[in-house]
């Protein structure tokens, strides 16, 4: 089993609103991603979780808070969002070692 | 940092004609992984080589490593309307915890 789920598929949220994005693998992968993605663009890493623990942050806006509640699941807390912030949010995990599975991803649109 | 530079950057062919994608850097790399992505999707693993000269096949896919471990190339033979997507290339470095991403070959095949 390679999959890692991604909920919701799409999100519409004000600039006001509080939402989260969930992502859950149970491949025993101890590393997990969360990635940005413009259209036509490859996707921007923005977090890694490192045997749970937050391991690099690429310098993200705070509106963006991370959050590994434990080795199958991966949170993205959205808090008072630009519209230049819809995006495909992709969450990815891996053995730390080399490949990593990306989910279906959400789509994310900030009005 | 670590560059990985993909071509073309757009490919637009008739069904049953052959294709090669390139990604190469100047940089040495642990592994190197291709994925296919569709719109609003996320990307799906095709293939990982890791050996220096390796050559996988998947199909009508030929994938092949670089002697030096810093290019890899993707060809198609005979491409079907069905291989239409975004080809990414991403490579691994040492601590492995981190991919580097080509900047995608978006492929259209024509019926």
């Known amino acids: 089993d390679t999959e890692v789920t991604q909920t919701p598929k799409h999100l519409v949220m004000g600039m006001t609103n509080k939402k989260s994005l969930k992502c859950e693998q149970h491949?025993?992968?101890?590393?997990m991603y969360w990635y940005k993605q413009k259209a036509k663009k490859p996707p921007e890493l923005m977090f890694v979780y490192s045997y749970e623990k937050l391991s690099i942050n690429e310098s993200v806006p705070s509106r963006f808070s991370p959050e590994c509640p434990n080795s199958s699941l991966l949170n993205l807390h959205l808090h008072a969002l630009q519209p230049e912030d819809s995006a495909l949010y992709l969450c990815a995990s891996g053995r730390l070692t080399d490949t990593q599975y990306f989910g279906p991803g959400t789509r994310l649109t900030v009005l | 940092t670590q560059l990985l530079e993909q071509s073309p950057q757009f490919l637009s062919i008739q069904e049953g004609e052959n294709l090669t994608v390139y990604c190469n850097s100047s940089s040495v790399f642990s592994s190197l992984q291709w994925y296919r992505q569709e719109p609003g999707e996320g990307p799906v693993l095709l293939v990982t080589v890791v050996t220096g000269g390796e050559v996988k096949k998947l199909k009508r896919l030929t994938f092949q490593f670089g002697d030096a471990r810093k290019d890899s190339s993707l060809h198609i033979t005979a491409a079907q309307t069905g291989d239409t997507g975004l080809y990414l290339c991403a490579a691994s470095n040492n601590a492995g915890n981190m991919l580097t991403f080509g900047g995608g070959t978006r492929l259209m095949v024509k019926p």
């Open positions: 491949m025993g992968h101890r590393a």
